[in-house]
């Protein structure tokens, strides 16, 4: 695996950039030897952040924009851009011509791997730290537990298969790592935030907002159990548990959720942070240092003028499938921007064009940075676990477990009834289907789309049209360039 583990050992140089927002803006301090770093409490909060910056990368081995790629490959869009040739990797994911040299799988490799690395060196290093505290060793270990089981439980979700390292290695045992089963790869994850899960705060302050709680790794573990098919009670329990903690409500509003003012908001369980404050431009590209989130500018609309809205590049265009999927529903006037009815507004139709395009991370004249390149430095943050997730994955939990049907409507009903929808009456397998549906409706656009439908056996069904095949499909080839560096240590994935 040469290819990134190369680009690992060069992270024990650790590039402690700024974050973002919130408890992430921390300045730039440059490198530092891992040998001569980890002297104090100070330098061991900035690696801690460094592991935590990974979550922000969406430019490894071009544009690898987790929410929106995962949008792409499932039927809430497609994938856009000026022409087919704009950006094969999307293309590829949208009618699944996927080939281990033509794919998004590059980046997400690497970027998580990069996550891994990092949280490894930094559980290693912690217990040794002059000057810490007994309770910042345990906090910090869990955040950094925690990070490394959403590393991992993202390359399950992409690979299935993947090789499981839990410590830093030396050159030689780089090509010396196997896979793992999804079943070994899942236990780590399992174990990593049962054990984080004790030693997070319940809730954090203004200055932290971003940093992992007991409800977020909660509702990862949650979020596992239900891909993973398995402990349905466990993961109801779980997110009974977000529940009744007190500190999460669903933002009355539908409209509000995505605002900029909304970031952090009492609905927010986990949002990766992003800045529009950074100077940077497109000679940081690739390099992991950008502050800002690309997609907004990738899923704006191409040349647009007009009001509200600022132009973006045309990427994820809406299905119409989706629209009419809507019809009625109060929430899609705030999920899906109709381009041709923006008063005053214009734009130039791209590849696969419907008319159609996201709402929720769409790029916003207010948000438009002053600073670098504005496609690069957009704030807006990604809400990775939104409280209606919670609601709704312990209605599925219950349901799939036998727990009380009852209680699982009332979840529901209150995802429903904020934006005056009437209250769902069904049962056994209506109950799950109704489940599925909210689950579609409310979350649309959100990248949660394509991972319900593997997990719940429908994908090959829904997204059969755009050449999802069975057995294939659920997961991204491994990158050949892993392949041909590993030396026989990795084996593809089947059908590939």
Not at 245 to 261: K, M, N
Not at 348 to 367: C, H, I
Not at 429 to 450: K, N, P, S, V, Y
Request: proline share 4%; with cysteine; hydrophobic share 40%.
């Amino acid at each position: 695996m040469k290819t990134i583990h190369l680009s690992l050992l060069a992270a024990g140089a650790l590039a402690l950039a700024s974050c973002g927002k919130d408890f992430l803006d921390v300045d730039p301090i440059g490198r530092e030897l891992e040998l001569n770093y980890y002297q104090n409490p100070g330098q061991a909060y900035e690696a801690l952040v460094s592991v935590y910056d990974v979550l922000q990368w969406n430019d490894q081995n071009g544009f690898s924009v987790m929410y929106l790629l995962q949008t792409v490959a499932s039927d809430d869009t497609h994938a856009g851009g000026s022409d087919a040739s704009d950006q094969p990797a999307f293309v590829a994911y949208d009618n699944f011509s996927l080939t281990p040299n033509l794919g998004p799988q590059a980046g997400f490799w690497r970027k998580n791997y990069r996550g891994i690395y990092r949280a490894n060196l930094f559980l290693e290093k912690i217990d040794g730290v002059p000057g810490t505290t007994n309770e910042f060793v345990q906090r910090t270990t869990a955040e950094a537990k925690f990070l490394r089981a959403y590393y991992y439980l993202d390359l399950l979700r992409l690979f299935g298969s993947v090789p499981l390292i839990t410590k830093t290695l030396s050159p030689q045992e780089y090509y010396e790592v196997t896979m793992a089963t999804p079943e070994e790869i899942f236990a780590q994850v399992e174990a990593d935030l049962l054990a984080a899960i004790p030693n997070l705060p319940l809730e954090v302050g203004a200055s932290e907002k971003g940093r992992a709680t007991q409800g977020a790794a909660k509702a990862l573990l949650a979020r596992g159990y239900l891909y993973m098919n398995t402990n349905m009670a466990d993961a109801a329990q779980l997110c009974e548990e977000v529940i009744q903690s007190g500190v999460y409500s669903l933002t009355p509003d539908f409209a509000e959720i995505f605002t900029r003012a909304n970031e952090h908001g009492a609905e927010s369980v986990f949002e990766i942070a992003y800045s529009e404050n950074s100077t940077v431009g497109w000679e940081v590209f690739g390099s992991g240092y950008g502050e800002g989130n690309v997609g907004v500018q990738m899923c704006g609309m191409r040349d647009y003028s007009g009001p509200d809205f600022s132009t973006g590049w045309g990427f994820a265009p809406v299905s119409q499938e989706l629209y009419d999927a809507m019809a009625g529903d109060p929430r899609r006037q705030h999920t899906i921007i109709v381009g041709d009815s923006i008063a005053g507004g214009t734009y130039t139709p791209g590849y696969q064009n419907t008319g159609y395009f996201v709402y929720k991370y769409a790029p916003r004249q207010s948000g438009l940075s002053a600073d670098g390149e504005p496609a690069l430095n957009w704030g807006n943050n990604v809400r990775v676990i939104r409280y209606a997730d919670v609601l709704l994955m312990a209605a599925e939990a219950l349901a799939r477990s036998g727990g009380s049907e009852a209680t699982a409507r009332g979840y529901v009903n209150q995802v429903r009834q904020r934006v005056s929808l009437q209250p769902i009456q069904s049962s056994g397998t209506a109950l799950l289907d109704a489940i599925a549906r909210e689950r579609r409706l409310e979350l649309a656009t959100e990248g949660h789309r394509f991972f319900d439908l593997v997990r719940t056996g429908k994908a090959a069904e829904v997204l059969g049209a755009k050449g999802f095949v069975a057995n294939k499909h659920e997961w991204l080839p491994i990158p050949q360039t892993e392949l041909d560096a590993a030396q026989g240590a990795l084996t593809q994935n089947p059908n590939y």
